[in-house]
T-cell receptor, first 113, second 112 residues
Framework: GAGVSQSPSNKVTEKGKDVELRCDPI?????LYWYRQSLGQGLEFLIY????????KSGLPSDRFSAERTGGSVSTLTIQRTQQEDSAVYLC???????????FGPGTRLTVL | DQQVKQNSPSLSVQEGRISILNCDYT??????FLWYKKYPAEGPTFLIS?????DKNEDGRFTVFLNKSAKHLSLHIVPSQPGDSAVYFC???????????FGKGTKLSVKP
């Protein structure tokens, strides 16, 4: 399809393990955003990319979180030494450019045991 | 402190009637607002948006109203249909990087 895709759809991991979440944005979209939704909460902004750069990492909740985007397309969000409070749905969105309408993927549900 | 607030966690409406979902914001610098709909186990789906230079935007059964002086916007759905049952999120574009600041959502249930 032509929408934003994310993988895996579900991930169960043990506390202390590292996880990688992947996002494939809509082709041609230069801006890519990561958000997360914890239980009972709204969507919380994590990080964005315009092209390959990541100008603002201030939304990342801790230094265990990192993200990269290669080739201006696919992005990976990595969480090191996962904690139970990292359990959430991680959502990726892309848009043509900054401040254009964002289109979301289906999300990755992360459960840290 | 929350910059975008949806004070009603849930709303129940009869099919065919109007659904009105409300949203308040605190930052007068916000100049673009969006509504998203979310079904369980799916990502949010864009519904409708409004720029601060307008006070109304309409798209089919969906109309968004913006009252800048009150820092309030609302989404009207008329007529409501059972398939509209979902969680609705209000969002504001937060800054120069374009990230969205979301409310906590309102769960709409449309009863047949």
């Amino acid at each position: 399809g032509a929408g934003v895709s994310q993988s895996p759809s579900n991930k169960v991991t043990e506390k202390g393990k590292d996880v990688e979440l992947r996002c494939d944005p809509i082709s041609g979209h230069t801006a890519l955003y990561w958000y997360r939704q914890s239980l009972g909460q709204g969507l919380e902004f994590l990080i964005y990319f315009q092209g390959n750069s990541a100008p603002d990492k201030s939304g990342l909740p801790s230094d265990r979180f990192s993200a990269e985007r290669t080739g201006g397309s696919v992005s990976t969000l990595t969480i090191q030494r996962t904690q139970q409070e990292d359990s959430a749905v991680y959502l990726c969105a892309s848009s043509l450019g900054l401040k254009d309408t964002q289109y979301f993927g289906p999300g990755t549900r992360l459960t840290v045991l | 402190d929350q910059q975008v607030k949806q004070n009603s966690p849930s709303l129940s409406v009869q099919e065919g009637r109007i659904s009105i979902l409300n949203c308040d914001y605190t930052n007068s610098m916000f100049d673009y607002f969006l509504w998203y709909k979310k079904y369980p186990a799916e990502g949010p789906t864009f519904l409708i948006s409004i720029s601060s230079i307008k006070d109304k935007n309409e798209d089919g059964r969906f109309t968004v109203f913006l009252n800048k002086s009150a820092k309030h916007l609302s989404l009207h759905i008329v007529p409501s249909q059972p398939g509209d049952s979902a969680v609705y999120f209000c969002a504001a574009v937060g800054g120069s990087q374009g990230n969205l600041i979301f409310g906590k959502g309102t769960k709409l249930s449309v009863k047949p």
